[in-house]
């Protein structure tokens, strides 16, 4: 107990001496998130098809988001990724996100380390829910989620475009490997 406790604290103090990543936007420009999303439709198994780096997901694959309600009201959030390609070890992280801006819902806080939050805003999002662009007030985190693992190179393109128009540099962004299809799948560490 007294090692685990020990080794939280030097990653944390290793954490706080590490750098946040770059701001992606322009400077002086504003973040806006979407004006309303209906949480429950929001709901579900999601596939990042595009991702800033960061050191948290470095060289992960397959990556899905799911989120379901928990009986506190807050959101269930479980993400997994494969490391260093499909067939690579499987990493799981559970946390939970509250919402913090109930007049539009797009504003949450996602936690996965017990009292430390990062903000989840989603500023981009399909009418019909099968795609959505998240971000940060700094842009300095960026994803784009789809419901299906094999968007078309349009649609990608069509989404950094609008990006570019919105002052994020897209320089860099990383694609990483996905399922062929929502079958195709492991449902390992998914919940039914």
Known sequence: MLR??????????????????TAR????????????????????????????????????????AYYERREDGDIRVINRCWKNGLEGEFDLAEGRARIVNTNSNAELEVSFFGPFFGDYWIIDLAEDYSWAVVSEPEGRYLWILTRDPQP?????????????????????????????????????????
């Open 4 to 21: 685990t406790l020990g080794l939280i604290l030097v990653a944390l103090s290793l954490a706080g001496c590490t750098p946040p990543p």
């Open 25 to 64: 936007l322009a400077a002086g420009t504003p973040l806006e998130t979407v004006p309303a999303v209906d949480a429950d439709r929001y709901l579900g198994l999601w596939f990042e098809v595009v991702r800033a780096d960061h050191g948290f997901e470095r060289d992960c694959d397959g990556v899905t």
């Open 152 to 192: 078309s190179d349009a649609f990608i393109e069509a989404r950094l475009a609008e990006l570019r128009a919105r002052g994020f540099n897209t320089d860099g962004l990383i694609r990483p490997e996905q399922w062929s299809s929502v079958e195709d799948m492991p449902r390992t560490g998914l919940p039914g």
